[in-house]
């Protein structure tokens, strides 16, 4: 009978997730949907992130990742193999999906916050001073409610480890959030939130309270279709050498 296969650790979310050629072999402009797409797994990325650009070595990765030093090593060559293919062939790369469990700082919550119901649906707002913060890449702390019987429960304020909307993903993830209240939000943090299997209702603004009660009354006035303009990423970090 084989092994359980054990789940890799990685330490954040990505800030960027996907890769595009902009030109063709003739050197015209490519569409962003037209190359053929190679897709590189959660723990793929977090082999070459540690490797090559933390520079650990493959032992001090397998540790990281808490699998053997034979394992680290397939998922790396996998990943090489995966980023010679695009940048050989002109073809896309997606970073999605995987075998794997998200372990970075876990945020630090009120203890009645520790046991999360299995009927308790955990909203965070971004936040500043009392209002829907909106640039959700660059804000520096949540309120976190604990929705009960469509009522707020439970509210905390927590400050934020880390930038970038990978880490700030990975910060709602470890905390079990199911759902971010927000005004402006990139394309990229939409894909990680999605990755970590948060809901996201964004294009709020006024009073965190307020939205966060509105959300568990079902009468949230929001729009899924805001986006930010900005582009400016943090880095997480902390999670390397």
Known sequence: MPRPKRCRRICCFPDY??????TDEDGNRIPGD????VVMTLEEYEAVRLIDHEKLTQQQCAEQMEVARTT????????????????????TLRISGG?????????????????KGS??????????????????????QFKIYDIEDGAVRRETVVPVRGAGHGAL????????????????????ARTA?????IALYPGV???????ARALAAGTLDYNPETVCSHHDHGHGGGCGR
């Not at 993903?169 to 990229?188: M, P, R, S």
């Not at 603004?205 to 939205?211: H, L, R, T, V």
Request: hydrophobic letters at 40%.
């Open 17 to 22: 997730w996907e890769f595009s050629p902009a």
């Open 34 to 37: 037209i190359a053929e797409t």
């Open 72 to 91: 680290v090593t397939a998922i790396y060559d996998s990943a090489r193999g995966k980023l010679a293919d695009t940048l050989v062939n002109g073809k």
């Open 99 to 115: 075998d794997y469990r998200l372990s970075g700082s876990r945020p630090d919550l009120p203890a009645d916050f520790s046991e």
């Open 119 to 140: 009927n308790t649906m955990r909203l965070a707002a971004a936040y500043e001073d009392g209002m829907i913060f909106q640039h959700f890449g660059h804000t520096e």
């Open 169 to 188: 993903a990975g910060f709602l993830k470890e905390a079990e959030v199911d759902a971010l209240i927000c005004g402006g939000i990139g394309g990229g």
């Open 193 to 197: 939130l999605a990755e970590a299997g």
């Open 205 to 211: 603004s006024g009073p965190a309270d307020e939205a």
